[in-house]
């Protein structure tokens, strides 16, 4: 343990509540591809469990309130173009490293709940630097919702004057959406994005439409050069050449951009004898809860289904009885005129035998744990050989959209069909940006639970070498690497492979990479001079719940200096957070804190027996979450325009032994290790 620092009267700073909002106005990379999903009770976020599913299941029957929440995003899909769907969520950590959109293991729009004072809940919109947390839509655990059937589009009673205070979760769940879509808050008390929760909203203003349409668009049909609504007009699904009946199935992409649209379409059955099944899917791809028919030359029904319910939204029709050459007639529509008569779908032409349709991998239930998915999979990439030395690297995948070129992300597979995982190698090419400043952060996340391989990882530069980077492994395979200023337009190399030690040799991962950007929209909440054995003590108030982003670098004359920052809680004296820096590095984490006050403490560490030296320390702070506050008064900004976020007070004092009382016990050597491997 470091010697204790010398007694000495220390001078701090008093912080306000810091504006640092979360960065409204930036679409999601592919809005047609969204999801959401239900953490499970006892997920971790940010050190607490997940409580969202005894909290509500104790308000209504489960699908009831979750499809609140469906509703909620469903009702901001159908004025703009995206699709949200309901996928599986496999219980991991919140904020855990993977990709920022179509992770297999959750949906962009993670559902949570946790304690949190002062708010109903928080949301994080879009945002690079907030990792797999963007659209986290987390509940204030603590408070009193109230459940309301808001499908037939009424709003509930107001609540009894002399009755507890009650908040409409719909409310709340259609507010937090508009958050994790990309909206701010307004000032409008009609809108549903008003900053403070006033009585129960279920209806999009005129603003509230134009601000989700600024973003993403009128909701459009992408798939559908002209009118196809009527027998005349039908879309012609043709026969692929090659087509094999027996083993393969014809698959068309629709859309029905509101309750009003009708897609129909023309097709010719094979010149065989047999069944053929239609099936209208929508599972995994939006909310669409629709309907299909088959009809007669005029237009006669022979034949019809319909979705049961938003959670279950694929229906098919089994055909009999069609001649070869027989003209068929299939028209897709809602099946009930609500919102979720919106959303692409596919069109899926089947004559293959019962058989071997029962083979096909079925999609697990919903609310089932998403590991079951990996369990007894296909490997997403099946190529053995291919990709093993530099020479034949291939670049890392840009972010879908090509959104924010410094972070580079993929879905992919070591070892093949042929079992090969204990010799076979992937290689990626990652470019540094020409301006790139800080660092850049590997991540690499083996993906099956018990059924997934141990991965090992080297970063290369383009002569083979490993290039120098602290790493940890954490208990769930997943590797973070850092390599500390990275040279602005160099190629790296990710060097993929399975642990000889593991007892699985081919397995499914996710892996990133990200260049650390100066953001400029992050305050700078600290930046001085730490001498060996005299800390630096900064005094923060939060005046709201809230997801922030510290960025600490340190500089020094010699590489074995560094600073740690621990985060107090001023009043329990507990630890909440601890994260260090080498001289010539920066480090990024992400916390959840509380209003209150804490206490942030800098201090001068070397590594190893090098003896402690005088370092150059920076904290950049932002805010990524948004709180909607329960309109009770609460607020502390609301109505402040005398308010400076940015006041300091400087003349703060306290004694040294409070905080010698509660001594960080987290070593330097601990936290931090030099990470290389052969």
Known sequence: MPAPNRRRQIQSQLLESRRMLAAFGTPWPDPSSLS???????????????????????????????????????????????????????????????????????????????????????????QVMAGTLSGDLLLNSATNFAYHDWAGGAAPDPTPPESPQQFDLFSVFLHEAGNALGIEDNDLT???????????KGILTAQDIADIQALYGQRSDDYESADNGSLLTASLIANPAGFDPAGQTIRVRGSLKDAADVDVYRYVPLSLSGDVTVTLQAREISLLQGKIELLNLT?????????????????????????????????????????????????VIDYRSDTVQASDLVTPAYDSLAEHLWQNFDLIDDEVGATDVIADAVPLPLMPGGIQSHRQEVLSSVGGTNNSGSTDVDVW??????????????HLSPIGGDAAADLKIQILDASGATVGASGRLAADGTWTL?????????????????????????????????????????????SRTIQPGEDEFVRWNLRESKMYRFDLSATAAS????????????????????????????????????????????????????????????????????????????????????????????????????????????????????????
């Open 482 to 526: 850092d390599v500390d200023q990275p040279t602005p337009g160099a190629e790296y190399f990710l060097r993929i492979s399975v642990d000889p030690s593991s007892a699985v040799d081919v397995g499914n991962y996710v892996a990133s990479a990200e260049f650390t950007p100066a953001f400029t929209d992050a305050h700078e909440m600290f």
């Open 429 to 442: 090419k990652v470019a540094a940006p020409a301006n790139v400043s800080g660092a850049m952060r590997v």
């Open 559 to 678: 590489d074995d200096a560094g600073v740690r920052l621990t985060v107090y809680d001023a009043f329990t004296k507990e630890v909440v957070l601890v994260v260090g820096a080498t001289a010539g590095g920066s480090r990024s984490v992400h916390a959840m804190l509380d209003s209150g006050d804490y206490i942030l403490r800098f201090a001068a560490l070397s590594r190893g027996d090098a003896p402690v030296q005088a370092v150059d320390a920076s904290l950049f702070v932002h805010g990524l979450s948004d709180d909607q506050d329960p309109g009770n008064g609460s607020d502390p900004d609301e109505g402040d325009s005398d308010y400076d976020p940015y006041y300091y007070y400087d003349d703060y004092d306290y004694d040294y032994d409070y905080y010698y009382y509660y001594y960080d016990p987290f070593g330097y050597d601990d936290y931090y290790s030099s990470y290389s491997s052969n």
């Open 36 to 126: 959401i999903s239900f953490a499970h009770d006892g997920s971790d976020i940010h050190g607490q469990d997940n409580e969202i599913h005894s909290q509500l299941d104790a308000l209504a029957d489960r699908q009831e309130w979750q499809e609140l929440a469906l509703r909620a995003f469903q009702t901001w899909s159908y004025v703009a173009d995206i699709n949200v769907a309901l996928t599986n969520d496999a219980g991991a950590d919140f904020g855990t490293p993977g990709l920022q959109q179509n992770d297999p293991r959750f949906g962009e729009f993670r559902i949570g709940s946790i304690p949190q004072s002062g708010a109903l809940a928080n949301t994080l919109p879009f």
């Open 190 to 200: 009609s809108s549903v994005m008003f900053q403070n929760y006033t009585v129960p």
């Open 299 to 347: 237009g006669g029904v022979l034949a019809s289904a319909e979705a049961d319910s938003v959670f279950d939204n694929d229906v098919s029709l089994t055909l009999g009885g069609l001649s070869a050459q027989q003209l068929a007639y299939i028209r897709v529509t809602g099946a009930d005129g609500d919102v979720y008569s919106a959303g692409d779908y596919d069109l």
